[in-house]
C-alpha cells in the first residue's frame, strides 16, 4: 500500500487549513479552492472519494465531534425548526430537486432524478457554522444550523436508498420508504439510547485516563457499525450517543477531559481539513466519465440546478420559521421570535458538503438485468457542480450578507458580569465544603497550607470580576490578564533552569519530563482558571 498520497493529502489540507486562518477566506472554501487548483498539477495522485471509506470511517468522528461539543439544551430547545429542517426540508428538497431534474435533463427517468434530488438534499453546514462564529453570528441561528447538519444525512441516505431501489428496480413503494424511514429512525436512536449509558459507565469507571481515549476515539465508531448492522441510522445513533456524553462529560476525570479536548480537535481539524480538500481533487475524476454529457448543455443543466437548490431552501425556511407561530398560540409562547433576517442566513446557509458527493459515488452503474444506470455520468456531475457552487457563491457571500443584515451582537460585558455571579455562587458553596472538612481533624493541615487553599479560591472568585474592572493605561490588559502573563513568565524562567539543569546533566530526561508536565498543568489551570 503506497501511502505517500494519503500523506501529502493530510499535510498538504493541514498548510491550507492553517494558512485559512491568517486570511479572510474560511478554511472551508481555500481547501476547496485549493483542491479544485491541485488537482491539475502533474504527478499529483488520483483521489477519488471511496464511500466504502468516507461514509463509515471519516463521517462517524466528524459526528461525533461536533456533537458532542453541541449544547444538548439549546438543541432541545430548537427541536421543532431543527426536525423542520433536517426531516421536512431535506424530503422537500429530493422531491423538488428531482422533479426538476426529471423535466430539464432529456431523457432521465423519474427514479434517476430522485436519486439525484436525494444526493444533493443535505446541507453541510459545517463550513456554515465555521462562518457564523467567526462572525458573531447569534447562538439561535447557530445551533439550528449545526442541529440540522447533525441530523439531516440520515433523512437523506434513507431517503436516497428509497429512491435507488426504485431506480434499478426493486420495485421500493411508498409504503415500503416509510417503513423504512421509520425502521432507520427509529433504530437509530433507540441503538444510540442503548448504547450510551454503557458506554458512559466505561468512561467513568477506566481509570487509566490513556485507555479512556481510546475508548472516546472508538465510541462513534461502535455507535455507527452497531446501528448500521441492524439496518439503522448510524448516523443518528452517532448524534444521540455524542449528545449524551457531552451533557455528562463533567463526571469523567479532569485528566481525560483535557486529553479527550486536544485528540479531538486534532482528529477534527484533520478530518475536516483532508474532507474539504478532497471535495475539489474531485474534478478530474467527475469530468473523465461524463462522455457524451460535455459540453453548453451539461453546463446548463448545472447552473438550473444551483438555483433550484438555492431557491427550494428558500421557499421551505420562510413558511417554516413563521407559518408554525401564526397557527399555533403554544409556539408563540414558548420559543423566541424569528425574525426575517435570521430566516435569510438560515436560507443562504445551505452549503453541500462531502456526504454528497459520498453518496453520488455510490450510485451503482448498472439497473437490474444489467442495463447501465440511467444518466450516472451526469448524476455525478451535477453533485459535483452543486457542491462546489454552493461552497463558493454562498459560502463567500455568507460573511458579507451577515454583516449586511447588522445582527445585534453578543453582550460580552452581560456575559462576564453572569459568569461572575456563577462563580462566586460556586465559590461560595467551595468556601463552605473547604470549612466543613478543616473541622475534620483527619483533615488537619498547617495554617500556611490552609490558607493557600483558600487564597487559590479567592483568586477564582476574583479573577472574572476584575475583566469588568479598570484596564492598565500603558499596556491595555486588565488586572487579571496582567496576572496571568506575569504568571506565564515566572513559569517561563522555572523551565528554562530545569532545562539548563538537564543539559549539566544535574537531573535526566526522565526527571525533566515530570517537572515539565507539572509546570504544564499549573499553566493550563492558571489559565483556564482566568478564562
Partial sequence: MDVMPLLL???????????????????????????????????IPDYTLDPEVVLPLLLPPLLYTSASDSSYLDLRAQLRPVALLSVGYVLFATFAVGWAAYLIIPGMPLTAALVLGA???????????????????PSRITTILQGESLL????????????????IGEGATWAGGIREFLIAAVGGVGVGLVLMAPLHWLRTHLKEPLLQNTLSLLIPFVAYGVA????????LAVVVVALYLGHRAWEVDFATRLQEEAVWKMVAF??????????????????????AHEGAAAVGYAVVLFVVVVLTRFIWVYPAAFLPRLLSERIREREDNPTWRGAMVTGWAGMRGVVSLAIAF???????????????????????????????????????LIRLLRFPGRD????????????????RAADTRLDELLSDERNALPPPLADRLRQTLERRR??????????????????????????????????????????????????????????????AAAYREAG
Avoid: C
Avoid at 20 to 39: E, H, W
Fill in 9 to 43: 493529502l493530510v499535510a498538504g489540507s493541514a498548510a491550507v487549513a492553517a494558512a485559512a486562518r491568517r486570511s479572510p477566506v474560511p478554511a472551508p472554501l481555500l481547501l476547496v479552492a485549493v483542491g479544485l487548483v491541485v488537482a491539475y498539477v502533474p504527478g
Fill in 362 to 400: 455510490s450510485i451503482p452503474l448498472t439497473v437490474h438485468g444489467g442495463r447501465p444506470f440511467p444518466q450516472h455520468s451526469l448524476i455525478l456531475f451535477l453533485t459535483f457542480t452543486t457542491v462546489i457552487g454552493t461552497l463558493v457563491v454562498q459560502g463567500l457571500s455568507l460573511p458579507p
Fill in 270 to 291: 484533520i478530518l475536516e481539513s483532508a474532507v474539504f480538500a478532497l471535495i475539489g481533487l474531485q474534478l478530474p475524476v467527475v469530468l473523465k466519465g461524463l462522455g
Fill in 119 to 137: 444526493v444533493v438534499a443535505p446541507p453541510d453546514a459545517v463550513a456554515a457554522t465555521a462562518i457564523a462564529r467567526r462572525v458573531g453570528l
Fill in 228 to 235: 448500521e448492522q441492524l439496518h439503522a441510522s448510524g448516523v
Fill in 412 to 427: 460580552r460585558q452581560a456575559e462576564t458580569l453572569a459568569e461572575a455571579n456563577a462563580q462566586a455562587q460556586a465559590s
Fill in 462 to 523: 476574583n479573577a472574572v470580576w476584575e475583566r469588568l474592572g479598570q484596564t492598565n493605561p500603558v499596556t491595555g490588559e486588565s488586572v487579571d490578564e496582567t496576572y496571568r502573563r506575569l504568571s506565564r513568565e515566572m513559569i517561563s524562567a522555572e523551565r528554562e533552569v530545569f532545562v539548563r539543569l538537564r543539559d549539566l546533566r544535574y537531573i535526566d530526561d526522565e526527571m525533566l519530563r515530570v517537572l515539565l508536565r507539572r509546570l504544564d498543568l499549573e499553566e
Fill in 152 to 167: 439531516n444525512d440520515a433523512t437523506a441516505i434513507t431517503a436516497y436508498k428509497v429512491a435507488l431501489a426504485a431506480a
